[in-house]
């Protein structure tokens, strides 16, 4: 993947005009979805996961999707956060449609754009802290002076500085989401993403990890959550729930 991308964007020229694809267009959302839907599977065997989906997410907002198992959630985050294409429906962002991106470029926005926090962690076992978290850097061509700097400037935010050396087998499970929270934020993405990030946790590490969440909404990063937890959905600005791949409520937060 790296090489390719590396080959795709092998110029200045081309970097840039990547990188003006994520320039906000005045008066249009972050985010636009309509009439979104996801089909897998094909011929007798399909499951639709996403049915006509309308969503807007503007630039800064906290923004929680919540329902049951199976019924669409990782499946509208993977979508937003270009790891999946729409079956049918429109997906603009920063006010263009998505569909209108090169696979290298969709390839490279999504390495820039958004940060992804997984529950699982998704760290690489034989990876230092340190790599681990450097590693999306160097899939957009940071130098490595400057890749060194951010990976310690993002370890230090979420207090794993002095983890750096460390393998992910050498620290706990709250550790590991502090470094996967630090790996998603070190390349300053527009969006965060963040996929159950305190399911696999004990309820002080859970604690932990959404208070990093929440300083770095309040510090303007746009934050979709996926979770089951209606604690932690209460702590958006709103909440948008899912049954069967569709939105069937949104909420506000109360004030």
């Known amino acids: 993947m790296l090489q390719r991308l590396l080959r795709a964007f092998g110029s200045s020229n081309t970097v840039a005009e990547a990188d003006a694809l994520l320039a906000p267009q005045e008066g249009k959302p972050l985010i636009r979805l309509r009439q979104v839907s996801k089909v897998f599977g094909r011929g007798e065997v399909q ?17 929680t999707v919540a329902g049951p198992s199976g019924c669409g959630k ?24 998505v569909s209108g991106f090169s696979p290298s470029q969709l390839a490279y926005l999504r390495n820039k ?12 076992g034989d990876l230092t802290v340190f790599e681990n978290v450097e590693t999306p850097l160097t899939y957009i061509r940071m130098p490595v002076a400057e890749r060194r700097e951010r990976v310690e400037e993002a370890l230090r935010r979420v207090d794993m500085w002095p983890f750096a050396r ?16 630090a790996r998603a934020v070190v390349g300053d993405p527009q969006i965060l993403m963040a996929d159950e990030p305190t399911g696999n946790l004990d309820s002080n590490s859970g604690e932990t990890v959404m208070q990093l969440l929440q300083e770095l909404h309040q510090k303007g990063s746009t934050l979709f959550l996926v979770t089951h937890n209606p604690d932690y959905a209460v702590r958006s600005e709103r909440t948008i729930p899912l049954f069967d791949g569709k939105i069937v409520q949104e909420q506000e937060a109360a004030v």
């Open 166 to 181: 460390r393998y992910p087998s050498q620290i706990t499970g709250g550790q590991q989401q502090r470094v996967a929270v």
């Open 74 to 97: 990782s499946t509208l985050l993977h979508i937003l956060g270009l790891l999946e294409s729409p079956t049918s429906g429109t997906y603009e962002l920063n006010g263009r449609a």
């Open 47 to 63: 499951t639709l996961a996403l049915r006509e989906v309308d969503l807007e997410i503007q630039s800064g907002e906290f923004v």
């Open 113 to 124: 754009c958004v940060g992804f926090i997984f529950q699982n962690f998704n760290l690489i």
